[in-house]
C-alpha cells in the first residue's frame, strides 16, 4: 500500500507513459537503423516516391490516438480525486514564508513539521506570506503552489506511518533550498495526544516574533550560528569595522546603529558584504517594532 491514497493512481499514470515512451524510443530506434542498413545508399541507389497509402496513414494516426488518450485517461483518473475533497477532512493551514514552512491546526496551534493521523483524510490550506512557493510531498505524491493572494488547497489521506520530507519546489529566494520540513504520520491517538501537548503561540518575545515575522532569521542567526549575514546573538554592543560613504570606519552596535542598519542597510556596509542582500525595511518595519527588536537583541547579548 503507498504512503498515501494517490499513489497507486499517480505511480500507474506514470507507469504507462514511460511504458509507451519507452516502446516508441526502442521502436523508432529499431526503425530507424534498420532504414539506415536496408535503404543507404550503396544497396539503394535510386529512391522511390510513395504516395498515399491509406492503411499506413489511417495506422498511424489511429494507434498514436488510442495511446495519447490513454495516458489522458490516467492521467485524469489519478488527478481528479484529488480536487475533490472529503466533507470530514481535517484542516490544517500551511503558511509558506521566505523560507520556512509553518503548519496551522485547528484552535491555532502551530509546527514547524506537519504531523497528521493515520488513515484520515487531511486537507491542507495553502497560504503565502510573501512569493509564490510549492509544497510538494513526494512520498504522497501531491504538489500544488502556494500563491500570495490566492487561497489553494491540497489534500490526502496518510497511509502508512513514519516521517516523509516536505519541499518547496519553485525557487523562492536566497534559502530556497533550506525550506524543507518534515510530513511525520502517526496514530490518531498519538496524534491527538501530540496537538493537546503543543504549547499555545506565542510565549516568545515579541521582538523575536517580528525577526520572524519579516524573515530576517532567514539571514541572521538568533543562535551564533552564520547564515547568510552575522548573527543577532552578541551583537548588540559589539564594535565593528563598516564603510560609510566609501571610508571605512569603526562602530558600536547600537539603538541608532540597528535602526539605519534596517532603513538603510548599505549605509553602513559591514565589511565582508556586498551591498543590496539587505533590502530596506522602511515602509515595513515601523520605528516601534525596531524598538522592540533592538530590546530583544540586547536580551540576547
Ligand atoms: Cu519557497
Known sequence: MGASNFVEGVDLAFKIIFGISLFFLVGITTVMLYFVFRYNRKRHPRAIQIKDNNILEITWITIPLILVLLMFYYGYVAFSPMRIVPKDAIPITVIGKMWVWTFE????????????????????????????????????????????????????????????????????????????AKAKVVPEAEYQAWLKALPEKTNEPEGLTILKKNACTGCHSIDGSKIVSTSFKGLYGKTERVITNGSERTVTVDDAYIKTSVYDPDKDLVIGFQKGIMKTYKGIVTEDEITKITDYLKSIK
Open 105 to 180: 491546526y485547528e484552535g491555532g496551534k502551530q509546527s514547524a513539521d506537519l504531523v497528521v493521523p493515520l488513515n484520515k483524510a487531511v486537507k491542507l490550506n495553502l497560504h503565502s506570506d510573501d512569493v509564490i512557493h510549492s509544497l510538494y510531498i513526494p512520498a504522497f505524491r501531491i504538489k500544488e503552489d502556494v500563491v500570495p493572494g490566492k487561497n489553494n488547497y491540497m489534500w490526502f489521506i496518510a497511509q502508512q506511518p513514519g516521517e516523509y520530507d516536505i519541499l518547496c519546489t519553485v525557487y523562492c529566494g536566497l534559502r530556497h533550498s533550506y525550506m524543507e
